[in-house]
């Protein structure tokens, strides 16, 4: 299984990641919006739009690991 390790200096609050992968990532609203992802190891079912969610972000603040 996989994890996702996400750099917050990185970080812009795109939401990009949001979008792809809304049971996994959140990104609350405001100035200071910085992604929250869930912990731990990702479920297979979820691993595609993970997977989607690190490709797209514009940033390049995700990483997913194994």
């Known amino acids: 299984m996989s ?10 609050g795109h939401a990009e990641c949001e979008m792809e992968a809304p049971e996994w990532f ?3 609203k405001g100035a200071e919006a910085k992604v929250r992802a869930r912990r731990g190891e990702v479920p297979d079912e ?8 690190v490709k797209f972000c514009p940033a390049r603040a995700l990483r997913l690991t194994e």
């Open 46 to 53: 979820l691993i595609d739009e993970v997977k989607n969610a």
């Open 26 to 28: 959140t990104v609350p």
């Open 3 to 12: 994890r996702v390790d996400v750099d917050f200096d990185l970080c812009q």
